[in-house]
């Protein structure tokens, strides 16, 4: 019997059968739809990924004028990691030059508001020389990163402390004082990197802490259009699902926690986000077209539901790909194809 070489979702290799493939594409939506309660893929749908999964080519793509655009997070700090001695206008350089890059992105090292705010006066003065050496969209990025407003790093009690004691109210208390002070910094640093003139600025990974992370992203973003329209402002998420660390936050009377990425989008749009980046999550211990099914399921309705652009977040263990540093190109490339093909999305 014919076996497909696959991945796992951990990226290492693993062999399938045409029917244990079958039966994961269908495992992986049906597990979306029931937890998203939206439609699972249609059986043409699973034949495409089918088809895409069992091409033996060590690389897919799409066909030639399908391509969809690419932004990215951490953008120039991607080439730090390859060991390369160079500094962020030299990678920008290279991302466009080299790389053909459509967009790029430059942030703080630590990649949050809360440090940049401390050295915002040479990420101002970078980010301009960039501008001056580059033709591309330049954005600016960081993470809201809730937790470094908490104890020992920030100056609120640290609600990961409260919560075991029983201290909920406390908790509560503390994380609501903390979307305070990050909604301002939030507010503040990307205003001035947008004056420098930014493209863009990229609110990443939000949510990661939790239900007060997503609701100081989207008070700042409401914010930051109010007083700039005209402003891009990228919400990309930290998985498909809000973790209610609070659990009774609300924005514009929606209950943010149990959010899924259809919902998250609404709230992304009522916000006045520009693009939106909804964030799945693979499981290391099922296949990679389990995990790009389950992906594919739950971006198909934000397509088309929603008025944003959305950019699916792909690589480092999110939108099907392996949980890795450097996920294979083989496993990322079939999602990548996955996600155009099935779901009609607007960049990755």
């Not at 409401?222 to 990228?234: A, G, S, Y």
């Not at 093909?341 to 607007?346: A, Y």
Request: aromatic share 8%.
């Amino acid at each position: 019997m014919k076996k497909i070489v696959t991945r796992m979702g951990d990226g290492y290799l693993t062999e399938l059968t045409e029917a244990e493939l079958r039966r994961d594409l269908e495992e992986g939506t049906r597990d979306a739809s029931e937890k998203g309660k939206i439609p699972p893929l249609s059986e043409d749908e699973l034949k495409h990924l089918f088809d895409i999964f069992s091409d033996p080519s060590r690389f897919v793509s799409v066909e030639p004028g399908n391509e969809v655009i690419l932004s990215f997070d951490g953008g120039t700090h991607k080439i730090y990691r390859l060991g390369v001695n160079t500094g962020r206008i030299h990678n920008f350089q290279l991302m466009e030059r080299a790389v053909g890059a459509d967009t790029m992105e430059t942030g703080h090292l630590d990649y949050c508001f809360k440090a940049a705010k401390i050295l915002l006066f040479e990420e101002q003065q970078e980010l301009e020389q960039a501008l001056l050496v580059t033709m591309l969209p330049i954005f600016y990025g960081a993470m809201p990163n809730l937790g470094v407003y908490s104890q020992p790093d920030g100056p609120f009690p640290n609600p990961a402390e409260l919560l075991p004691k029983g201290k909920i109210k406390e908790a509560r208390a503390s994380q609501e004082e903390a979307v305070e002070m990050a909604v301002k910094d939030f507010v503040y640093v990307a205003t001035a990197l947008y004056e420098v003139g930014a493209d863009g600025i990229n609110f990443d990974t939000t949510g990661a802490a939790g239900d007060p992370d997503f609701l100081a992203a989207l008070r700042a973003t409401r914010i930051l259009k109010e007083k700039h329209p005209e402003m891009c402002i990228e919400l990309g998420m930290a998985g498909e699902f809000v973790i209610g660390m609070h659990g009774e936050l609300e924005f514009d009377g929606v209950r943010l926690a149990g959010l899924y990425p259809h919902e998250q989008m609404k709230l992304a749009e009522k916000a006045g986000a520009t693009i939106f980046g909804p964030a799945i999550n693979s499981v290391t211990t099922k296949s990679g077209a389990w995990n790009v099914a389950r992906a594919v399921t739950f971006v198909k309705p934000c397509v088309e539901r929603g008025k944003l652009p959305v950019h699916a977040n792909i690589g480092m263990g999110v939108g099907g790909t392996p949980v890795a540093e450097y996920p294979p190109a083989d496993a990322v490339s079939r999602a990548s194809k996955a996600m155009v093909e099935i779901t009609r999305l607007d960049g990755l």
